[in-house]
């Protein structure tokens, strides 16, 4: 993980099936995974990738993390906040920032409005993507993560 994604992670005070529930009704599905504690999941349409990775969390709750290729088009970015807003509607919770332009973001529910969160979001994906195309060029798909520098021909 690094420059080619924007990530968020997030603690969130709800139940785990209640969690995982949310992300299907959005039209997350399960992807194969590895790692028997976590669940990854993925939205996949024919413009864009956001993925998905949810675990117990360690003082009870649901940690996840919710991330998207910055060569996926700005039409994932709405979709993204979209996510994250109606995880934040679960209940309390804490938010960071796994990647962005300013480190040490965070915003929790009691002091942080769901609003503030979309607003800084929208700020640091459209940031770093102007940062990754500035570097790789402009050239956009629906990318998974562990895709992107494959996609604009790196490796």
């Given at each position: 993980?690094?420059?080619?994604?924007?990530?968020?992670?997030?603690?969130?005070?709800?139940?785990?099936?209640?969690?995982?529930?949310?992300?299907?009704?959005?039209?997350?599905?399960?992807a194969?995974?590895?790692?028997?504690?976590?669940?990854?999941?993925?939205?996949?349409?024919?413009?864009?990738?956001?993925?998905?990775a949810?675990?117990?969390?360690?003082?009870?709750?649901?940690?996840?993390?919710?991330?998207?290729?910055?060569?996926?088009?700005?039409?994932?970015?709405?979709?993204?906040?979209?996510?994250?807003?109606?995880?934040?509607?679960?209940?309390?919770?804490?938010?960071?920032?796994?990647?962005?332009l300013?480190?040490?973001?965070?915003?929790?529910?009691?002091?942080?409005?769901?609003?503030?969160?979309?607003?800084?979001?929208?700020?640091?994906v459209?940031?770093?993507?102007?940062?990754?195309?500035?570097?790789?060029?402009?050239k956009?798909?629906?990318?998974?993560?562990?895709?992107?520098?494959?996609?604009?021909?790196?490796?």
């Open positions: 993980m690094g420059f080619e994604a924007i990530s968020v992670g997030l603690e969130l005070d709800s139940a785990y099936a209640e969690t995982l529930s949310l992300l299907s009704s959005l039209g997350f599905a399960v194969p995974s590895q790692d028997r504690d976590t669940v990854r999941l993925e939205y996949i349409n024919e413009q864009f990738i956001v993925e998905a949810i675990s117990h969390g360690t003082k009870g709750g649901v940690e996840l993390r919710i991330e998207q290729a910055l060569c996926n088009p700005p039409a994932a970015d709405a979709f993204l906040v979209f996510v994250v807003d109606k995880l934040l509607s679960l209940g309390p919770f804490r938010l960071w920032f796994m990647t962005s300013r480190p040490g973001i965070k915003f929790d529910s009691v002091a942080s409005s769901k609003n503030e969160v979309a607003a800084v979001l929208y700020e640091q459209s940031g770093l993507r102007s940062k990754w195309q500035s570097a790789f060029g402009n956009t798909g629906a990318v998974r993560v562990a895709q992107a520098y494959s996609f604009i021909g790196l490796i």
